[in-house]
């Protein structure tokens, strides 16, 4: 099993519709990284959160230290929010464990 | 444009190339790391260079030999490696240990 969980693994919407993936985490962590991978590969990241909730435009993120939980949540989707999403929690000081990631697409 | 940049970005080899991947970072950062990404896996971290120096080596074969000359540059030397190598190979750096990570576009590479 691996530390850090995300679901769905696929998810197609149609443009418009509120998009929310998770994310759980089973090691003890100060903050919850995450990430959005284009196709092709490059990797930007979106988030890195310890407590609440963090917003950029159109994407927010929360987490629940104590649930050992996070969300991003995507509002007014677009096809180009297509990607795969990435969670990722720090393991000891300089190791990042990540999720198996979300596909998601958009459909116009 | 994330300021991490990553050369070749497409690579074959053969099992009995010797290559090298190359990363180089913009942003004035202290820490630098490999990653693996093969298909349908999450992804690995492979090493990390904290200061030019190696302060992670998560169980990775001897084939892949990490050098970091300085801390805007970090390589990825290959040698005799195995067609399960094939992967996207991605370089990423942060401004310190445990912060924010900026990520280049990867290499992809794969061995025949």
């Known amino acids: 099993k691996n530390e850090v969980e995300q679901s769905p693994q696929n998810l197609t919407a149609q443009e418009g519709e509120f998009i929310t993936i998770n994310c759980s985490y089973s090691?003890?962590?100060?903050?919850l990284h995450w990430l959005q991978q284009h196709p092709g590969g490059g990797i930007v990241s979106l988030f890195m959160?310890?407590?609440g909730k963090k917003k950029h435009g159109r994407l927010i993120a929360t987490i629940n230290i104590q649930e050992k939980h996070s969300s991003l949540h995507i509002t007014a989707s677009h096809p180009r929010d297509s990607a795969v999403y990435i969670c990722?929690?720090?393991?000891?000081?300089?190791?990042?464990?990540f999720g198996q990631g979300t596909r998601l697409t958009i459909n116009p | 444009e994330t300021g991490v940049t990553q050369t070749p970005r497409h690579l074959v080899m053969g099992m009995t190339n010797k290559k090298s991947l190359k990363c180089e970072q913009h942003?004035?950062?202290?820490?630098m790391y490999w990653y693996k990404q093969s298909a349908k896996k999450p992804l690995e971290l492979m090493f990390v260079?904290?200061?030019?120096?190696?302060?992670e080596n998560n169980s990775v074969p001897s084939r892949f030999s990490p050098e970091c000359p300085n801390s805007s540059h970090l390589f990825l030397h290959l040698h005799t490696l195995q067609p399960e190598d094939s992967a996207l190979y991605l370089c990423?750096?942060?401004?310190?240990?445990?912060?924010?990570?900026?990520f280049g576009p990867g290499t992809r590479l794969l061995v025949l």
């Open positions: 990423a750096s942060s401004q310190v240990l445990r912060e924010t990570q900026y």
């Open positions: 090691v003890g962590i100060s903050a």
């Open positions: 959160l310890s407590s």
């Open positions: 990722a929690a720090p393991q000891g000081a300089q190791k990042l464990v």
């Open positions: 942003l004035g950062h202290n820490a």
């Open positions: 260079y904290n200061f030019k120096e190696q302060t």
